[in-house]
C-alpha cells in the first residue's frame, strides 16, 4: 500500500514538473521577437488533437450520440490548446504595449 501511494506521488509531480516546464516554455517562445515561436506549442497540441479526433472516427458510426461524442473529445483535448493560445496573446499583448510606449518616449525626446 505504501508503495501504491509512493509511486502515485512520484508521478503526480513529475507531470506536474511537465506541465510548469510546459508553460515556461511557452512563456518563453512567446516573449521572442519573432511572433512564429510561439505558436509551435498550441500548434502542436492542436495536432494531437486531431489525432484524438481521427481515433474516434475511426469506429465509423453516422449517429447523433457519435457527433457529440466527437464534438466533446476536440473541446476537452484542445484546452491546452487554448491555454496555450491564452499564455501566447497575453505575452505578446505586454510586449506590444512595451513596444508602444517606447516608441511614445522616443516621440517625447524630438
Known sequence: MAIASQTIAVVLIFWLAVL?????LQIFLSRRESRWPGLVLPA???LYSLLGLLGILGYGMHTVQFALQAFVTMLM???????????YF???SHKKKAAELDKMNIQ???
Open 20 to 24: 510548469v516546464g510546459g508553460v515556461v
Open 44 to 46: 502542436l497540441t492542436f
Open 77 to 87: 483535448m484542445n484546452i491546452p490548446t487554448l491555454v496555450l493560445l491564452a499564455i
Open 90 to 92: 497575453a505575452c505578446r
Open 108 to 110: 517625447d525626446l524630438d
